[in-house]
């Protein structure tokens, strides 16, 4: 991690311990480094080569049968930026080692099923990379503020999903959770520039204005899911979203720090690499 850019690695600063309140976030700060916007998305582009080197030991190390894969898990208000970080943040990952999933309102099928069940099925495998955009934690979030489940039942979901993760990180998954905590003054500006540009017009859902309602009680169902669900081994990080470009990397930097801990190296060959050469220049 260059020493100029962050004074405190993200993987650090913007992880979720004990004591945490989302309220003391500040959405409009950029903690933990002093550049420019200018600066910032110049490394963004920058680190995209290191982020696809290290993606590449990942994948490559599935294939002399390692286990090791990565669960990305993006939550946030409307318009926090969680699609512009797939497609900034994360654009040096080679496309054919991830996989982006959006949980819409379940099926009729899915809900014959434990709330865990269609995301089980989206779990990575081996070697690849598995994004969330938007998860199975909305069913302590928008299913406690809409009252789609009962509160008996959403207590009970805290501690199947930690038990769920720790399944997952078992079996070699690193889990990455990050919420992007965006204001409501920013929220606002965004969701009125959807509407006044013709590209941006898909993104807008009438309901995004009804959740601009119920904030107060989203922020307190996060505030719980974010301590219910913090482990040591599968924290969550609450990553300020007014400034895209910080929010991008910052999440990038988390998302290489996690896979330099994995310290994986390129596959040894088991053939005679000599002899291959030679073969290869004759053939």
Excluded at 37 to 59: S, Y
Excluded at 60 to 67: E, L, P, Q, R
């Amino acid at each position: 991690m260059p020493k100029s850019l962050w004074s405190k690695d993200p993987s650090v600063l913007l992880r979720v311990d004990s004591g945490f309140q989302l309220a003391d976030v500040d959405p409009n700060a950029t903690p933990g480094t002093d550049i420019s916007k200018k600066e910032g998305k110049a490394m963004l582009r920058k680190q995209a080569r290191t982020l696809r080197r290290l993606q590449g030991k990942l994948f490559a190390d599935s294939t002399v049968g390692g286990k090791a894969s990565m669960l990305i898990v993006l939550q946030g208000m409307d318009s926090s930026g969680k699609g512009g970080i797939v497609k900034h943040a994360l654009a040096g990952m080679n496309a054919s080692g991830v996989v982006v999933h959006g949980f819409k309102a379940p099926t009729d099928e899915e809900k014959r099923h434990g709330f865990l069940w269609r995301v089980r099925k989206r779990l990575p495998e081996p070697g690849m990379v598995s994004i969330f955009d938007r998860s199975h934690y909305e069913d302590v979030l928008a299913a406690r503020v809409q009252n789609l489940a009962d509160p008996a039942t959403i207590e009970g979901r805290y501690g199947r999903i930690n038990s769920f993760e720790q399944k997952a990180m078992d079996n070699g998954t690193t889990i990455i959770k990050v919420m992007l905590q965006i204001s409501e003054k920013q929220q606002k500006k965004r969701l009125v520039a959807r509407l006044h540009r013709n590209s941006k017009l898909w993104k807008y859902n009438p309901s995004d204005v009804d959740d601009r309602e119920r904030w107060r009680g989203l922020q307190e169902a996060y505030q719980i899911a974010l301590e219910r669900t913090s482990t040591s081994e599968a924290p969550w990080y609450v990553v300020p979203a007014d400034h895209k470009w910080y929010a991008r990397l910052a999440v990038q930097q988390i998302v290489l720090t996690k896979l330099r801990e994995l310290e994986l190296g390129w596959p040894q060959p088991e053939f005679d690499l000599k002899k291959e050469r030679k073969r290869v220049a004759g053939a």
